[in-house]
């Protein structure tokens, strides 16, 4: 077992460091506030070469793996990116390029990854249904094939990032679920050009992350070439587990790299805060909830690379899922401890916006943990 960073790893974290400086949480408050897309921060992490870290060389990409590309997220978001370190990323480059580098067709590689690894185009997944939200064997959203093309109709919701995607990775059923042998049978995953005039998308009004709109989409008569689908038919929830397993690894590095920020905060700040003789941080009241969820953040660190190695090493879907499931768990847990113990270690000021407790590093938490808590169930459902 080797626990030392490669050269590669420690350029890529020094690299995101470096980013992180120049879009400190001021940059990221005022996104939220006026609900823009970070567009000057994609630009960065683009020309930084970001989004081709798990792209394949011959396609334009740098050719590393996912835990290159975790260490690049948990130091954007350690750094003060929050989960605007996470979310582009994870939308454009697991969502899209991953499952399109390990699935797609030579065509579909030749097509998107190369743009993908420029971040000159962005992507989508459309997954969730109004009515089948943790229960994704119930979507609803369906193709049938005609001649040379699937048509595809149905409703999703809470689609991130497709108001501005130009491809979109839709699931649908292509054997309806009361007609298939078992369960898990009849899903298929399109690569979709977008925008199209058979897709509407109206924003949702959100709590957070209003860098990226998050909509309700309804889909008419969609009809996109047989080529758009990701082989083979059918047979697209394990693709699917293969793409929500990184996503889910993704958003605990997310989760790992805000928390030690909110606990680096109240660390520094309890060192010099006087209410008593003593700073605050000398009491243990303070000192053991935060070393707790430190020591928590730790052990969830080195789960979730455990997760990445095995699906860097194309382990079974089953064993990264579960590893990737501990460590989720964990990273939550932690990370709602850190973050409750960062507010009270800075007292009335961790309500004030200034100091960033509450702001954009911090409070993602709560949507850090809607996310986390449906990703996990989708493998119980096996
Ligand atoms: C900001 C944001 C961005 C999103 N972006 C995307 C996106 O880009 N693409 C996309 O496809 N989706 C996206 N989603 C949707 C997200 O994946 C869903 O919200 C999630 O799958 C949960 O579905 P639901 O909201 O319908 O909750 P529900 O399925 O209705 O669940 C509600 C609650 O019940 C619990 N629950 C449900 N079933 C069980 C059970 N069997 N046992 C115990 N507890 C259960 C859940 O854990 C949850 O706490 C996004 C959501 C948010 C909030």
Known sequence: MDFELTE??????????EIARDFPPEYWREKEEKEEFAEEFFKAISEAGFFGIVIPEEYGGSGYGLTELLIAIEELSANGCGMGGAWYLILTEVL??????????????????????????????????PDAGTNTLAIKTFARREGDEWIINGNKIFISGIDRARGMLLIARTTPLEKAPKKTFGLSLFLVDLPNESVKASPIPKHGINY???????????????DSLIPPVDEGWYILLDTLNPERMSFTSAAIGISKLAIKKAVEYSKHRRVFADPIGSYQGLQFPLAEAYAMLECARLMNFKAAWLFDHKADYRSVGETANIAKTVAVEAGIKAVYWAMQTFGGYGYAKEYDVEGCDCSCQVELLLLMLHKLSTVHLI
Not at 212 to 226: D, G, N, T, Y
């Open 8 to 17: 590669e790893q420690k350029a890529i974290a020094e690299s995101a460091r």
């Open 96 to 129: 899209g390029g991953l499952t399109i580098a390990r699935h797609g067709t030579k065509e579909q590689k030749e097509k998107y990854l190369p743009k993908i690894a420029k971040g000159q185009i962005e992507f989508c997944m459309a997954l969730t249904e």
């Open 212 to 226: 990226s709109k998050s909509c309700e989409v309804s889909i008419s008569e969609l009809r996109v070439p047989s």
